[in-house]
């Protein structure tokens, strides 16, 4: 059957969900949120915890009823059409939610049956394969480790072939080794034509994997924009440096930066990396006839970009 591709693999409308009835527990997890995922794209849906990022993803997903407002997923209203709409969306929830007395493929072969996909065109074990797992595909399920469990749900959610594969905080707890598998098999299926939506509370994260982010703080959207135009637009560094002997004070050479001691031996300096790079700070710290023994850069963390992007002064130029 031919299909149209949809510029945009995701679209929400003014977006809103307020939780409970009772006028007093009312919880107005998103408002207003309007975004666009580009066909294609890894797409991070960046907030802190409780900021709505669930909420939003559990609503693509229909496992949460919109209060009003409106999203599509590859061009199909999640409620007019319903069905279309559920078919192009696979989602990878944040808990470890697996019956442990099943197998991988037998767990897969049970989604596609719930998907209606046709007993000839599951491809189960290939899945499993793709995901890592071909070796455990007849285990049961609660012999796996951890970070098996992560990858069988990326496959389970990948059963029915949908064109967006959703991701709910898919590393958090999760050790350095399985981010990386995570992350490789993340770029793998986006490669082959998979638009991938994820969600996270790390900025270096988001940074590292998507092309464009999403900021959403107490249910409103504060950015949307691609990776490369919010780092610059945030435009600020932290750079710690420890160096050989106390100082007591900022020495001459060091005076042009924003630079506070901290501890004797600690200079901390924060600066704009569109105006001044790390190497014009170390030659200046040279200068001032200091040896570094030890050097680190801060991310920016969450804190700061919500300070940085709801705070700033518009005309912050000159
Ligand atoms: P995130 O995923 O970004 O941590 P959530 O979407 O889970 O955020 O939650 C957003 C807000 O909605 C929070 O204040 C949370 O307590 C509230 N919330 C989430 N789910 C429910 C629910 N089922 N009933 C009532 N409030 C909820
Ligand atoms: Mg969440």
Redesign the pocket.
């Known amino acids: 059957m031919a299909e149209t591709k949809p510029e945009n693999a995701v679209e929400t409308i003014d977006l809103c ?1 307020t ?2 009835g009772g006028r007093d ?1 009312r ?4 408002r207003d949120v309007s975004l666009a995922i580009p066909r294609g794209s890894i797409f991070g849906l960046l ?12 609503i693509l997903a229909g496992l ?1 009823i919109k209060t009003s407002g409106e999203a599509r997923i590859w061009g199909y209203d999640i409620e007019r059409q319903m069905r279309p709409a559920r078919r192009a969306i696979g989602v990878v929830p ?1 808990e470890l939610n697996i019956d442990p007395f099943f197998t991988p493929r037998q767990l897969l072969d049970l989604q596609a049956g719930l998907y209606g996909v046709p007993k000839a065109q599951r491809r189960s074990l290939e899945l499993l394969e793709a995901v890592g797992l071909g070796a455990q595909a007849e285990s049961y399920a609660r012999t796996l480790s951890g970070g098996m469990l992560r990858r069988l749900l990326v496959a389970k959610a990948m059963v029915h072939d949908p064109r967006v594969l959703v991701l ?2 898919p590393t958090a707890g999760v050790d350095v080794e399985l981010r990386r598998q995570l992350w490789s098999l993340v770029r793998e299926l986006n490669e082959r034509g998979t638009t991938v939506l994820l ?1 996270t ?1 790390y900025l270096a994260e988001a940074e590292q994997l998507c092309g464009r982010i999403a900021i ?1 703080n107490h ?1 409103r959207l504060i950015a949307c924009e691609p990776t490369v135009t919010l780092l610059g637009r945030l435009d600020a560094k932290r750079l710690r440096v420890t160096v050989d002997r106390d100082v007591s004070e900022v020495p001459g050479a060091l005076k042009g930066f924003n630079v506070v001691i901290q501890d004797a031996r600690q200079l901390i300096f924060h600066y704009p990396p569109s105006k001044v790079n790390s190497g014009q700070i170390l030659a200046a710290i040279r200068d001032a006839g200091l040896e570094i023994t030890d050097l680190a850069t801060r991310e920016t963390d969450l804190e700061d970009i919500f300070l940085r992007l709801t705070h700033e002064p518009m005309d912050e130029a000159g």
């Open positions: 969900k939780y409970g527990a919880v107005e997890a998103l907030g802190p915890n409780g900021a709505g990022k669930s909420t939003l993803i559990n949460v944040q709910d905080e969600t509370h959403i249910g």
